[in-house]
């Protein structure tokens, strides 16, 4: 079954770090940009950053910017998120999604949950 | 970068058309021809409905389309169906060679 798969989310004390993965199975992969994006409990979705094919160019929203970190491995199918200094504002469903297009992303996973709370 | 603006809520009755509208500036919406559109029923991940401004994934009904006037880009749902009752969210790459999204329209089908 073509899927995403995320994992590594969890309760995590402000401060702390948490690394996100995401596994494709069954999709194309290594040819497309990968993004990470992520929805507070009963808010908006909110773009967090975007890896391309190769991994070469990585883009971050401001909010993140210095404090996560995007990779990939592409001979394991697998998308990253190193997430440091974690404050409460990062609270949220994490989704790893594939770029069809121009920011256009045809797969999404079923999200991964942090929670950052003392 | 600031979220794009889009009308808290929208509605309709079955089989009428409802349009929302995603307004940027000449740095995001205006400057390229990559919107995206997605559609979120509750605890779902989002769906793919409209991508590079105009065009549809294979699958997606012909009922959605989507246009760009300017720095605001349009949605529209045509032939309003139960099943289109969600939250709809667009999305543009932006001269920092970045990404936001909208804040997010809930569609209410009467």
């Known amino acids: 079954q073509a899927q995403l798969v995320e994992s590594g989310g969890g309760v995590v004390q402000p401060g702390k770090s948490l690394r996100l993965s995401c596994a494709a199975s069954?999709?194309?992969?290594?040819?497309?940009?990968m993004h990470w994006v992520r929805q507070a409990p009963g808010k908006g979705l909110e773009w967090v950053s975007v890896?391309?094919?190769?991994?070469?160019?990585?883009i971050y929203a401001d909010s993140v910017k210095g404090r996560f970190t995007i990779s990939r491995d592409n001979s394991k199918n697998t998308l990253y998120l190193q997430m440091n200094s974690l404050r409460p504002e990062d609270t949220a469903l994490y989704f790893c999604?594939?770029?069809?297009?121009?920011?256009?992303?045809?797969?999404w996973g079923q999200g991964t949950l942090v929670t950052v709370s003392s | 970068q600031s979220a794009l603006t889009q009308p808290a809520s929208v509605s309709g009755s079955p089989g009428q058309s409802i349009t929302i509208s995603c307004t940027g500036t000449?740095?995001?919406?205006?400057?390229?021809?990559?919107v995206s559109w997605y559609q979120q029923h509750p605890g779902k991940a989002p769906k793919l409905i409209i991508y590079?401004?105009?065009n549809r994934p294979s699958g997606v009904s012909n009922r959605f389309s989507g246009s760009k006037s300017g720095n605001t880009a349009s949605l529209t749902i045509s032939g309003l169906q139960a099943e289109d009752e969600a939250d709809y969210y667009c999305?543009?790459?932006?001269?920092?060679?970045?990404?936001?999204f909208g804040t997010g329209t809930k569609a209410t089908v009467l």
């Open positions: 999305t543009s790459y932006t001269s920092s060679f970045s990404y936001v």
């Open positions: 069954e999709i194309s992969f290594s040819n497309y940009a």
């Open positions: 000449n740095s995001d919406v205006g400057g390229y021809d990559y």
């Open positions: 590079d401004v105009s």
């Open positions: 890896i391309s094919y190769d991994g070469n160019i990585k």
């Open positions: 999604a594939r770029d069809y297009s121009g920011g256009g992303c045809d797969y």
